[in-house]
């Protein structure tokens, strides 16, 4: 496989790992899943995994358009910027679909429920009435199905990808006097 497939290839998997990783992390001191809920961490719990889940995103891409630069002899014009960084996007997206799958169906397959429940637990001891708690349980474990949080997981990642790469791509890329004094 060519280089310039097989490095966003492996740094999407690592990408997507990490964020699978410090999902887990945070699930285990709950900051997220049903314990944030009782103990009102999740608020935190998400922030830090979006920032982190950009860092790690950012980070990636970055290292990505310096080894393809490298590749090419310190050279790397927009469009490969472009294409590397979509090439890493859309494995990222892809790796984070089947992690996603992988937790909500194997890992936790009880996670929407348990939401579900402990949302309702909350509604309930805040004197809510039947048709909310029911409206928000039913809100609660369509966010939390396997489908919905693999679609977020794809199109966030590919979006937000895509959208680093045009930026790195502009600050990396080789510039016309860079070329000429080689």
């Known amino acids: 496989m060519k280089r310039e497939y097989s490095i966003p290839l492996a740094v999407g998997l690592i990408i997507a790992f990490a964020g699978t990783v410090l999902m887990l992390i945070l699930l285990a001191i709950d900051y997220v ?12 719990g998400g922030t830090i995994l979006f920032i982190f889940l950009y860092i790690f995103l950012l ?10 630069k490298k590749l090419n002899q310190d050279s790397l014009t927009f469009l490969q910027a472009i294409r590397s960084g979509m090439y890493t996007s859309l494995s990222t997206a892809l790796f984070s679909v089947i992690f996603t799958i992988v937790f909500y169906e194997f890992i936790y397959p009880d996670y929407g429920l348990e939401m579900a429940k402990v949302v309702s637990d909350k509604l309930e001891s805040a004197s809510a009435g039947p048709e909310e708690v029911a409206e928000k349980i039913a809100e609660q474990t369509k966010y939390y199905s396997t489908g919905v949080q693999a679609q977020f997981s794809f199109v966030g990642n590919l979006i937000t990808g895509m959208a680093f790469s045009v930026l790195l791509g502009l600050f990396l890329k080789t510039r016309k006097g860079d070329v000429m004094t080689k």
Do not use: E
């Open 33 to 44: 899943g049903p314990g944030s809920v009782k103990n009102d961490n999740l608020m935190y």
């Open 59 to 68: 980070v990636g891409l970055y290292v990505v358009l310096l080894k393809i």
